[in-house]
Nanobody, 125 residues
Framework: QVQLVESGGGSVQAGGSLRLSCAAS????????MGWFRQAPGKEREFVAA????????YYADSVKGRFTISRDNAKNTVYLQMNSLKPEDTAVYYC??????????????????WGQGTQVTVSS
């Protein structure tokens, strides 16, 4: 079965950095667009970043543009989210997701077929 396993979350001070990883198994990784979403307490899950199956295009929420970078290594079946200049408002559970080649919808939850369990990111001021 398909598994997406996130790692790399933790607690940092404002201005710090973290790199999240999401290892995929049970699917042909290079066929899938990959996304990162986050959910803060009391809020709905929101789009953070996405990278299409080929790695040729990336997309970011305005709130993270210029601070976060998404990348993928198709040889390792892994997608990454490098998060720099972290702010307290970035505190959330971060989820990775895989969707089958639907780049027009990569910012939307409905574009994704599989989701990981999430990893907590806490940024203190």
């Amino acid at each position: 079965q398909v598994q997406l396993v996130e790692s790399g979350g933790g607690s940092v001070q404002a201005g710090g950095s973290l790199r999240l990883s999401c290892a995929a198994s049970g699917l042909t990784f290079s066929y899938y667009d990959m996304g990162w979403f986050r959910q803060a307490p009391g809020k709905e899950r929101e789009f953070v970043a996405a990278i299409i199956w080929s790695g040729g295009s990336t997309y970011y929420a305005d709130s993270v543009k210029g601070r976060f970078t998404i990348s993928r290594d198709n040889a390792k079946n892994t997608v990454y989210l490098q998060m720099n200049s972290l702010k307290p408002e970035d505190t959330a559970v971060y989820y990775c997701a895989a969707g089958y080649r639907n780049p027009q919808l990569v910012t939307a939850n409905r574009a994704y077929d599989y989701w990981g369990q999430g990893t907590q990111v806490t940024v203190s001021s």
